[in-house]
C-alpha cells in the first residue's frame, strides 16, 4: 500500500475466483477469544456465555460514506469496524465479534480488498474482536456491510430512554474531527491538518469506556455517529427529558486544534463541535454525584421539559447534524 492509503497496482477482483479472493483475505482477520468455529465453515459460532448478545449493523457506500480517491481500504476497514464497535460500546457492552459482507466492482484492485482486511484487523485484534465471516459479491461500487455483536457480561444494557431529570451529561471522545477532515479532503487541502484527516478516515472511538460506563451507573448512552447536538436530542425523546448541552467555547481543546482548519476554510469550529458526525465519542448520563470514569467529561444537565435538545438553554438553530436522507 502506497504511503496515501491507495491500493498498489496488482491483480483486479476480476482476476481472481472467490477462493482466491477470500485466501487473500483470511490470514489479516483476528480471531478472537469468543469465537468457537472460525471463517471456513456455513456459519461460524461464537460464545455467549451471558445467555445474550448485542448485535448491531451498518453499511459504508462508496461514494456516500467515502471516496476511493481519499480512502484506501485499510482506512474504509478501520472506519467500518469501528462504527459498529462503538454502537456495541455504547450499550454497555464488550465486543466479541463482526461480520463483513462486501460488495466490489471487478475492476476494484484485489490489493484494495486485501488492505480492507488488514484494516479490521487493526481496529478488531487490539480488542480482540474476532472477525468470523460474512459474504462477498459483485456490484457496480463498494458495499461494506458490518454485523457486530457483544457481551453484557452479566450487566443490564444501557439504553437510550434511562436518562432522568438531574443527571449530568457526560462525553468522552473527540468531537468535530471527522468532519473536519471531511471537509480538507473535499476542499483537497489534506495537507492543513494530518491529524484531522485521519479522524475522518481512521476515527478512534473510547470503546472499552463504554463497559466502564455502565458499571459507573450510565443511565442513557448513545454513539455520537450523527453529530453531538443531533444524538443528545435522541436521548432526550427516547428518555422524555430535555439534555441541556454546554455550547461550543466550552470544548476548548477541540475548538483549538480545528480552528487552523476552520479559519483557512471559511468555517466555524464551533459547529464542528456541535454538529459534526462520525467521531464515535460516547454520549452518557450519569446520577448527579457519581465518579465518572476517566475519559468523561461533563458537557451538560438533564432536565425536565419539552422533549429533546437545547445548548445553553436555547434551541439549537441549522442543522443539527448528520442525516442520511437529508
Same mark, same amino acid.
Given at each position: 500500500?502506497?504511503?496515501?492509503?491507495?491500493?498498489?497496482?496488482?491483480?483486479?477482483?476480476?482476476?481472481?475466483?472467490?477462493?482466491?479472493?477470500?485466501?487473500?483475505?483470511?490470514?489479516?482477520?483476528?480471531?478472537?477469544?469468543?469465537?468457537?468455529?472460525?471463517?471456513?465453515?456455513?456459519?461460524?459460532?461464537?460464545?455467549?456465555?451471558?445467555?445474550?448478545?448485542?448485535?448491531?449493523?451498518?453499511?459504508?457506500?462508496?461514494?456516500?460514506?467515502?471516496?476511493?480517491?481519499?480512502?484506501?481500504?485499510?482506512?474504509?476497514?478501520?472506519?467500518?469496524?469501528?462504527?459498529?464497535?462503538?454502537?456495541?460500546?455504547?450499550?454497555?457492552?464488550?465486543?466479541?465479534?463482526?461480520? /463483513?459482507?462486501?460488495?466490489?466492482?471487478? #475492476?476494484? $484492485?484485489?490489493?484494495?480488498?486485501?488492505?480492507?482486511?488488514?484494516?479490521?484487523?487493526?481496529?478488531?485484534? $487490539?480488542?480482540?474482536?474476532?472477525?468470523?465471516?460474512?459474504?462477498?459479491?459483485?456490484?457496480?461500487?463498494?458495499?461494506?456491510?458490518?454485523?457486530?455483536?457483544?457481551?453484557?457480561?452479566?450487566?443490564?444494557?444501557?439504553?437510550?430512554?434511562?436518562?432522568?431529570?438531574?443527571? /449530568?451529561?457526560?462525553?468522552?471522545?473527540?468531537?468535530?474531527?471527522?468532519?473536519?477532515?471531511?471537509?480538507?479532503?473535499?476542499?483537497?487541502?489534506?495537507?492543513?491538518?494530518?491529524?484531522?484527516?485521519?479522524?475522518?478516515?481512521?476515527?478512534?472511538? $473510547?470503546?472499552?469506556?463504554?463497559?466502564?460506563?455502565?458499571?459507573?451507573?450510565?443511565?442513557?448512552?448513545?454513539?455520537?455517529? #450523527?453529530?453531538?447536538?443531533?444524538?443528545?436530542?435522541?436521548?432526550?425523546?427516547?428518555?422524555?427529558?430535555?439534555?441541556?448541552?454546554?455550547? $461550543?467555547?466550552?470544548?476548548?481543546?477541540?475548538?483549538?486544534?480545528?480552528?487552523?482548519?476552520?479559519?483557512?476554510?471559511?468555517? #466555524?469550529?464551533?459547529?464542528?463541535?456541535?454538529?459534526?458526525?462520525?467521531?464515535?465519542?460516547?454520549?452518557?448520563?450519569?446520577?448527579?454525584?457519581?465518579?465518572?470514569?476517566?475519559?468523561?467529561?461533563?458537557?451538560?444537565?438533564?432536565?425536565?421539559?419539552?422533549?429533546?435538545?437545547?445548548?445553553?438553554?436555547?434551541?439549537?438553530?441549522?442543522?443539527?447534524?448528520? #442525516?442520511?436522507?437529508?
Amino acid at each position: 500500500m502506497s504511503s496515501n492509503g491507495q491500493s498498489a497496482v496488482g491483480p483486479l477482483v476480476r482476476d481472481l475466483d472467490e477462493d482466491a479472493l477470500l485466501a487473500r483475505i483470511f490470514p489479516h482477520l483476528p480471531r478472537g477469544a469468543a469465537t468457537l468455529v472460525p471463517p471456513g465453515d456455513d456459519a461460524a459460532v461464537v460464545a455467549a456465555p451471558d445467555g445474550r448478545f448485542v448485535v448491531t449493523t451498518d453499511v459504508l457506500v462508496e461514494d456516500r460514506h467515502f471516496r476511493r480517491r481519499w480512502s484506501g481500504g485499510f482506512d474504509v476497514g478501520v472506519r467500518a469496524a469501528v462504527q459498529n464497535l462503538a454502537d456495541v460500546a455504547a450499550m454497555g457492552a464488550r465486543p466479541t465479534s463482526l461480520v /463483513v459482507s462486501l460488495v466490489v466492482p471487478g #475492476d476494484l $484492485p484485489a490489493q484494495w480488498v486485501e488492505d480492507l482486511a488488514r484494516g479490521f484487523g487493526a481496529a478488531c485484534a $487490539p480488542l480482540d474482536v474476532g472477525v468470523v465471516g460474512g459474504d462477498l459479491s459483485g456490484g457496480p461500487v463498494v458495499v461494506v456491510a458490518v454485523t457486530a455483536h457483544g457481551d453484557l457480561e452479566g450487566r443490564e444494557p444501557v439504553l437510550r430512554g434511562g436518562a432522568r431529570a438531574d443527571d /449530568v451529561v457526560a462525553h468522552a471522545g473527540v468531537r468535530g474531527w471527522s468532519a473536519a477532515g471531511w471537509a480538507l479532503l473535499e476542499a483537497d487541502r489534506a495537507d492543513l491538518a494530518p491529524d484531522l484527516v485521519a479522524g475522518y478516515l481512521r476515527p478512534s472511538s $473510547p470503546l472499552a469506556l463504554g463497559p466502564a460506563a455502565a458499571l459507573a451507573g450510565a443511565t442513557a448512552m448513545i454513539d455520537v455517529s #450523527d453529530g453531538l447536538v443531533r444524538d443528545a436530542g435522541r436521548i432526550g425523546r427516547a428518555s422524555a427529558v430535555v439534555l441541556d448541552l454546554v455550547g $461550543p467555547a466550552a470544548y476548548g481543546a477541540d475548538v483549538a486544534a480545528l480552528a487552523p482548519a476552520a479559519s483557512a476554510l471559511g468555517r #466555524d469550529a464551533g459547529d464542528w463541535v456541535m454538529t459534526g458526525g462520525e467521531d464515535h465519542g460516547l454520549l452518557a448520563t450519569f446520577p448527579q454525584g457519581v465518579a465518572l470514569p476517566d475519559g468523561f467529561r461533563v458537557v451538560g444537565r438533564v432536565r425536565s421539559g419539552v422533549p429533546g435538545v437545547l445548548v445553553e438553554g436555547r434551541a439549537w438553530t441549522g442543522s443539527a447534524g448528520w #442525516d442520511h436522507f437529508g
